[in-house]
């Protein structure tokens, strides 16, 4: 039995606990999977011995307890350095920790407005300027890095890395609500899900029968 538990919410809904599921699963990395539905009367209590502010996900190595999307994709690059969690080049090193900590940080109005949801489709969608504004953005950071590192292999910066981890749900979003691309970021998004834990994952989501209409 694994030393590492990952512990995440719903598949269907929860963003942040698909990043460094995808980033383990991607590397092969043995770990029990722990899922507690979010927004339940038992959520809170579930989740209160972890000290993550009743969030997921949280990482458990052992006793030790890390939580929050990325620091747990900081520590498994430290604990798994042979996976190169981020770029050799600190360069590149320091644009996909720039990239990652927008994503953390930012994109509220894409967030609110296209929550992931595994289960459904949306033919067409009505964005607020912010929302759009968020989707600009994100399509031109993806289309400058694929450019740029276009002859290293087909992820964000060639390799794949926590950059592509952090940016996973975003794809599940613009396929859920046909959000037009170009031919860059759309290769880019047809190569994620073509990932066969990023495929699992995503069937997964579509089975969970649980409802949280705020994500609906």
Not at 157 to 165: L, Q
Request: include cysteine; aromatic fraction near 16%.
């Amino acid at each position: 039995m694994s030393d590492l538990t990952l512990i995440i919410g719903n598949k269907n809904y929860s963003s942040w606990s698909l990043r460094p599921w995808f980033w383990m699963k991607y590397h092969n990395i043995d770990f029990e999977e722990k899922r507690i539905p979010l927004f339940t009367e038992t959520t809170n209590t579930q989740l209160e011995n972890y000290y993550s502010n009743y969030k997921v996900p949280v990482l458990l190595d052992g006793e030790f307890i890390v939580w929050d999307s990325m620091a747990i994709l900081e520590y498994l690059a430290e604990k798994f350095p042979q996976h190169k969690g981020w770029p050799e080049n600190s360069e590149d090193r320091a644009m996909a920790r720039s990239m990652c900590a927008e994503m953390h940080s930012s994109f509220t109005a894409m967030r609110d407005e296209l929550p992931m949801n595994c289960r459904k489709t949306f033919a067409s969608i009505k964005l607020s300027n912010d929302a759009s504004k968020d989707i600009e953005r994100i399509t031109a950071l993806w289309r400058y890095f694929r450019k740029r590192y276009v002859d290293k292999g087909p992820w964000l910066f060639g390799h794949f890395s926590i950059a592509d981890a952090m940016y996973a749900p975003v794809v599940l979003r613009f396929k859920g609500y046909g959000i037009a691309l170009n031919e860059v970021e759309q290769k880019y998004c047809d190569h994620v899900f073509s990932h066969k834990a990023f495929i699992k994952w995503y069937e997964s989501g579509k089975q969970e029968s649980e409802i949280i209409n705020a994500m609906e």
